[in-house]
């Protein structure tokens, strides 16, 4: 099934007629919020059940904004190629960042709170992390 197929097909098969973005919006962070509930407590079927929830609120939002599901799978791969070039290398007393081989910035390192900082700042930036 195509991915415009299938949004359609929710689209048609909704449960609750809103055009309400605010709503939708919310509807999606919900069925998201009790799939990880259910993860957290360990039950991965009740999780997945959540998240299929979870995809048909996605396919509605992204109707209601009028996203091109083809360009959006195109633009996302883009962003996902670009953050492999991302890179954070932790030395002795600083951190560097690099994006796609070109230094960016860095900061120095005082303590384990600098490293525990810097590691989580990669996670969210998508950096792959190099120690030397």
């Known amino acids: 099934m195509e991915l415009k197929e299938a949004m359609d097909l929710i689209w048609e098969n909704r449960k609750y007629l809103t055009d ?13 919020a009790e799939s990880l509930k259910a993860l957290l407590k360990g039950d991965s ?4 059940r ?8 996605l396919f509605i939002a992204l109707k209601v904004f009028d996203v091109d599901l083809d360009e959006a ?14 890179v954070m290398i932790f030395k002795n007393d600083k951190v560097e960042i690099f994006v796609n081989g070109i230094l960016k910035g860095g ?25 030397s």
């Open 73 to 86: 799978v195109i633009h996302q791969v883009e962003q996902m190629k670009k953050r492999v070039g991302n």
């Open 50 to 57: 959540e998240l299929e929830d979870a995809l048909s609120c």
């Open 45 to 48: 079927d009740r999780a997945k």
């Open 107 to 131: 900061w120095s390192i005082w303590g384990d709170d600098d490293i525990k900082e810097a590691e989580k700042i990669a996670k969210e930036f998508g950096c792959k992390i190099i120690r």
């Open 20 to 32: 309400d973005p605010k709503e939708i919006m919310s509807h999606l962070n919900e069925e998201v």
